[in-house]
């Protein structure tokens, strides 16, 4: 069973996810720990819903939406996810061109086309196992943050503290970091690509149980390796009042204080990170694009079976490529101009999510029960009143 709630958690730990959770731990240390525990909660509850879905119904999100909204709803909701997911890939090659500099000076120009060039082989030529047993296999480098976060030695006491204990400064750039581990853990193209890649995996009903493990195991395995990141950027960045603009800054910045070991460990979970997530976006790209046309999208399926799919998987890859090749491009207004839009589709996204999930017309006798709608919807204003702070203190600022 597993595959779609490890590879679905784990690919949120990208290089915008890893930036993010390494400017927290460097400008707040242990204090917005906690955010890290609510985004892993968040995290379960909707990535479990959006596998019950694809595993009960046999269809994708946009697939449902289509059938139960109307194709105008579904296209308007593609449209809008492929414009945040081309964004946000570029920033999953940048992290592959940055990654590449930091650990052996490979040039962007050799670097991103020939990452480019690797995923698509992978995805266009292999089976779904293989594809998934690569992909799973490369999940397996984010074991480095871990050791990375054991040798900056931190406070576990103070660490544990800021796990459990909400405290935060009701300051703009403090509400914009929560608002962002929340945005970078919980993505939209996330909770489409576990739908889909279930319905891909041929799950049944009878599956469940067990693909709840899955989906705990990857939720809970995405949360402590932020942990790690922010720890140990926190024990060391923090403590010293070192700054920091991204995560290759975090991991030079590491050497120094916590030895080259724990600096190269990060480098490599960073390029192992951003490889990871530039093939499983755009495979959510292309299974929402075939599920809103009503095309078959399938990784099994040959290249003249399923134009569409690999079309879109393919196009996509190589226009993002082209975009972060190109000299001063403004990848960081990019990055953070689609993560904002990932912010709103997010609350665009998560009541259909919730609709199709209690509806008994859709789930039968798999429909949220009382506890799961409580959840739900528990999660959905929460994620809500920290996107109205951050705009109301935007407007003040």
């Not at 149980?209 to 960045?237: K, N, P, Q, W």
Request: net charge neutral.
């Amino acid at each position: 069973m597993l595959g779609p709630g490890l590879l679905a958690g784990l690919s949120d730990d990208d290089p915008a996810g890893i930036t993010t959770y390494s400017v927290l731990g460097q400008r707040y240390g242990f204090q917005l720990l906690w955010v890290l525990t609510v985004s892993t909660a968040a995290l379960i509850v909707f990535h479990e819903l959006g596998a019950r879905l694809g595993v009960v119904t046999g269809k994708g999100l946009f697939a449902l939406v289509r059938e139960r909204y109307g194709h105008r709803t579904a296209t308007a909701g593609v449209a809008a996810l492929l414009v945040a997911n081309i964004g946000t890939l570029c920033a999953e090659l940048a992290g592959v061109a940055a990654g590449g500099q930091l650990l052996g000076g490979v040039p962007k120009g050799v670097s991103v086309p020939v990452a480019v060039a690797v995923i698509v082989l992978l995805v266009t030529a292999g089976s779904f196992h293989r594809v998934e047993h690569v992909l799973l296999a490369l999940s397996a480098v984010f074991a480095t943050y871990v050791v990375s976060g054991l040798l900056a030695h931190p406070d576990w006491g103070a660490a544990a503290r800021g796990m459990v204990v909400p405290t935060m400064p009701i300051t703009r750039d403090a509400v914009l970091i929560a608002v962002a581990t929340l945005g970078t853990t919980l993505a939209p193209w996330g909770l489409t690509f576990i739908q889909s890649y279930a319905v891909d995996k041929h799950l049944t009903p009878a599956d469940l149980r067990y693909e709840r493990i899955d989906v705990i195991s990857g939720a809970v395995l995405t949360g402590v390796i932020g942990l790690f990141i922010a720890v140990s950027c926190a024990a060391t960045l923090h403590r010293q009042g070192i700054a920091i603009n991204d995560a290759a800054d975090a991991a030079r910045g590491l050497q120094p204080l916590a030895g080259g070991l724990a600096a190269t460990l990060f480098g490599l979970g960073f390029v192992g990170a951003a490889l990871l997530a530039a093939a499983v976006v755009p495979l959510s790209t292309a299974y929402s694009v075939c599920e809103a046309a009503g095309q078959p999208g399938d990784v099994n399926a040959r290249l003249r079976q399923a134009p569409l799919f690999y079309g879109t998987f393919a196009g996509s890859l190589v226009l993002a490529g082209a975009i972060v090749l190109v000299p001063g491009m403004p990848l960081l207004l990019i990055l953070v101009g689609t993560q904002a839009l990932n912010a709103v589709l997010l609350l665009a996204v998560l009541p259909f999510l919730m609709a199709l999930g209690r509806d008994p017309a859709v789930m039968g006798e798999h429909a949220a029960g009382r506890a799961g709608r409580w959840a739900m919807s528990t999660t959905y204003a929460l994620i809500a009143l920290s996107i109205a702070l951050l705009l109301v203190l935007q407007l003040q600022h």
